[in-house]
């Protein structure tokens, strides 16, 4: 079944330690794999993509396709990076018609000052 | 780019009305759209996904009777809670998908809360 799990409903770190948002997933080929980031009253939206190999706002995530996890990490969190972070899995046929993704259920960070 | 809009932002109705819920995308084409539903402090739970002209691809567990979509033009869908009840009461966020840069990209609105009494 296709799956994702955010063991931590929420993470507190204080401002300047490192942040690790743990993902795993299950699913029987080669997702592709998102982090999204919601502010708070704000909406929905990405903040990587595991394809992309790209660092966002000093967030980085490496796809373990050996531990099927996908853990979102910050060296030095800062307080404007208090959100919810939703990880999600799209199947391969991300671009075509159905391409759906399939979320976690979310970890809050916190950043105290 | 890429702005996805939703309304109403929140609506209350009574139980066996029904409520539309409309999604647009602004400034860009949405070869699709997706409805999901969210309940409190649960994750995104996709409902269905509808392309431009032709029926919404129903979850398995969604009722397509009761939850009416309509994608009748590129940048306009909407959602119809059909007499709806307090157990429908919930956040209904869409995303469309054809805005730039990315055109194979979610981009989301900002949720309808809908509350039944």
Redo the contacts between chains.
Sequence with gaps: AQRVTQPEKLLSVFKGAPVELKCNYSYSGSPELFWYVQYSRQRLQLLLRHISRESIKGFTADLNKGETSFHLKKPFAQEEDSAMYYCALSGPNYGGSQGNLIFGKGTKLSVKP | GAV?SQHPSWVICKSGTSVKIECRSLDFQAT?M?WYRQFP??????MA?S?EGSKA?YEQGVEKDKFLINHASLTLSTLTVTSAHPEDSSFY?C?A?GGLPH????Y????TRLTVT
């Design positions: 996805v699709t997706f402090k649960q994750s995104l739970m996709l996904t392309n691809t966020i995303s998908r055109p194979y990209e979610q989301f609105g900002p949720g």
